[in-house]
């Protein structure tokens, strides 16, 4: 490993640290109470103090973000390659995917809430609706900009419309479709959140909004860095699987 390469993966953390440095200087200069901003350190405390009720609640949070997600990919696959590959559905299909992720998603968990109950499967639901976006467009994206020369030399050498699709058309939008993966992925922890926090009785959310009325700002905090470690772990993830199955598509290597 060069310094270069040890320099470019220690950057994140000497960041990181810095940022923390400055929030607990910060709150000792100015003097800020706990309830107003906990300093790093004491939510760190706090964050050990706490692991078994976080990782509890956390891992409530992560399976109904994941379970999202996954319905996230296959429906966005399915409906990203039918727009793509079809001009028609793309002009009668497209308009309502803007207007429906024009919608704030906030205000759809109460109507969830009726459909199903307080419960996981709002959070699901959420986590569901607010990743599929990006999926449907990135996939559709990719298979709408193969080059029509290319189109033309393949239907000159006898490939038929399907073949085209499958040959040429989803290996080029694998690019797309792991970009909007990586930020799926945190959107779906968002939408699980913000599901939990409007009128969930389980996950990270709830375990905030709690410790919010009852003003231990420290256990808020702790639970936004379980929400950081869990979304930078599951981008992680997809960025480890980009490179795997990409590879082949960049020159360079991947900036993820």
């Not at 923390?20 to 000792?28: D, F, K, R, T, Y």
């Not at 009726?114 to 639901?125: E, K, M, R, S, T």
């Not at 905030?208 to 700002?217: C, E, I, K, Q, V």
Request: glycine share 8%.
């Amino acid at each position: 490993m060069t310094r270069r390469d040890a320099l470019r993966i220690a950057m994140p953390w000497l960041v990181i640290a810095v940022l923390l440095i400055v929030w607990e200087l910060a709150c000792i200069f100015f003097d800020l109470p706990e309830i107003l901003l906990p300093r790093p350190s004491r939510v760190f405390v706090v964050f050990w103090q706490r692991l078994d009720i976080l990782l509890a609640f956390c891992w409530d949070t992560l399976w109904t973000s994941l379970a999202g997600f996954l319905l996230a990919i296959a429906g966005g696959l399915l409906l990203g390659v039918a727009i793509g590959a079809s001009a028609f559905v793309y002009s009668g299909l497209y308009p309502l995917l803007i207007a429906f992720n024009a919608v704030p998603k906030v205000a759809l968990v109460p109507i969830l809430m009726i459909w199903a109950g307080v419960g996981a499967l709002p959070a699901v639901i959420t986590a569901f609706v607010i990743s599929f976006f990006p999926i449907v467009v990135n996939v559709a994206t990719g298979l709408a900009t193969i080059e029509p020369e290319m189109r033309d030399v393949l239907r000159s050498l006898g490939a038929s419309r399907t073949q085209i699709l499958v040959k040429v058309g989803i290996p080029r939008a694998m690019p797309y479709l792991f970009a909007s993966l990586k930020v799926a992925i945190t959107l779906a922890f968002i939408g699980s959140v913000i599901s939990e926090t409007v009128g969930g009785n389980r996950g990270i959310g709830f375990l905030m909004l709690s410790a919010g009325a009852r003003n231990d700002t420290a256990t808020t905090f702790a639970g936004l860095f379980a929400i950081a470690i869990m979304g930078v772990l599951m981008y992680a993830a997809c960025a480890l699987v980009e490179k795997r199955m990409t590879r082949w598509a960049f020159r360079g290597e991947i900036v993820g």
